[in-house]
């Protein structure tokens, strides 16, 4: 065989190696980003469900969860680093990679909301529970939830208008949060006693309401990974001015 041949047969080898190995490593961080955010999402039903029947148990093990939600962060971070060094990729492909760390780090936050709403169901003394209001966040959790879902599906399939579909959404939590926010004020107006138990299922709706929030930049982070710019459009908001002004952010 003619050597120039060879040397050509030989890059072209090593060239389609080195795709496939990197092609190995993106369904890798794939899986991991995919594994992670089915944590996350049972942590979202555990935590609610854990408020709604007062189980202690319940709240436990959903704090206890997050640290291997925390796990898979730093694991996808760590294989997301040595890919970049490895394979040096450029362009779409590094995009690829940084939106995995990005993804990934909304849900180690969504999974500390989470966290904190288990840790608030020791604290629910009250037999107070009004129907309205539980069904108001059973309802907020369940639009969340679907959202968190759908830009996760977005995500592994790069779907653009799934995407945009969730982000365009936003509003609508928000419009849901601010009309339990004044249920809730209404309750503590009414009696008294009612203060601690709506306190606590205030900050509560006010996590759910951040879920979303993270929901929405997972949505930006997929038109960033397909596009290769970020969204310019202001995100639809939902009048939240009262409820950011009283109710102060919580980890």
């Avoid at 704090?63 to 990729?89: G, S, Y």
């Avoid at 879902?149 to 977005?154: I, Q, T």
Wanted: glycine share 6%; net charge negative.
């Amino acid at each position: 065989m003619i050597p120039g041949i060879m040397i050509e047969g030989r890059q072209a080898m090593a060239s389609e190696h080195t795709a496939k190995a990197f092609d190995s490593d993106l369904q890798e961080l794939t899986r991991l980003v995919a594994e992670m955010g089915g944590l996350v999402e049972r942590m979202i039903t555990e935590s609610v469900d854990a408020l709604i029947r007062r189980d202690v148990a319940l709240g436990k093990r959903v704090v206890a969860a997050d640290i291997e939600i925390d796990n898979l962060q730093r694991v996808i971070e760590e294989r997301a680093v040595l890919t970049i060094a490895r394979r040096q990729p450029m362009a779409i492909d590094l995009r690829e990679i940084v939106s995995a760390m990005r993804v990934a780090t909304d849900l180690e936050r969504i999974g500390d909301l989470a966290k904190n709403m288990g840790k608030r169901v020791a604290a629910l003394e009250s037999d107070f529970q009004p129907l309205k209001l539980i069904r108001g966040l059973e309802h907020m959790t369940d639009l969340v939830l679907s959202q968190v879902k759908s830009v996760l599906d977005a995500y592994a399939a790069h779907d653009l208008p799934a995407a945009m579909n969730v982000w365009k959404g936003d509003e609508e939590v928000d419009a849901i949060c601010t009309s339990l926010f004044r249920e809730l004020l209404t309750y503590m107006m009414e009696d008294p006693r009612n203060i601690s138990f709506c306190i606590h299922l205030m900050f509560c709706a006010k996590n759910i309401e951040r879920i979303g929030d993270h929901a929405t930049n997972i949505a930006e982070t997929v038109f960033y990974m397909i596009e290769g710019q970020q969204i310019t459009d202001k995100r639809p908001k939902g009048d939240m001015t009262n409820f950011a002004t009283t109710v102060p952010g919580n980890t």
